[in-house]
């Protein structure tokens, strides 16, 4: 059973950064995309950012964080990161990491935990 565990929330300032690690309990290359949601309370969970693995990496952004949030991997770490720039309020949220393999009749999911983060004066 593969395992996905998210790192590095916390409290910052408006303006502040952060960055967020999703460690995987196996080779990251299993997963043909990995991507970052968050989820604030009372409302659904919102997709962040996401990465896939195929003959060419394409990293995509959500229009809410483009500019802001920069996604990045290293498969020798078995790890995906996400650098949290310039954060608003707005992005406060349970950050979780998510990863997808394909199976023989479909895809499988995978989730962390989360990790919280706060973006308060």
């Known amino acids: 059973q593969v395992q996905l565990a998210e790192s590095g929330g916390g409290l910052v300032q408006p303006g502040g950064s952060l960055r967020l690690s999703c460690a995987a309990s196996?080779?990251?290359?299993?997963?043909?995309?990995m991507d970052w949601y968050r989820q604030a309370p009372g409302k659904q969970r919102e997709w962040v950012a996401g990465?896939?693995?195929?003959?060419?990496?394409?990293?995509n952004y959500a229009s809410s964080v483009k500019g802001r949030f920069t996604m990045s991997r290293d498969s020798d770490k078995n790890a995906v990161y996400l650098q949290m720039n310039s954060l608003k309020p707005e992005d406060t949220a349970v950050y979780y990491c998510?990863?997808?393999?394909?199976?023989?009749?479909?895809?499988?999911?995978?989730w962390g935990q989360g990790t919280q983060v706060t973006v308060s004066s």
């Open positions: 196996e080779s990251i290359l299993k997963f043909y995309v």
């Open positions: 990465i896939t693995s195929s003959t060419s990496t394409s990293i």
């Open positions: 998510n990863g997808k393999i394909s199976v023989t009749h479909g895809t499988r999911d995978y």
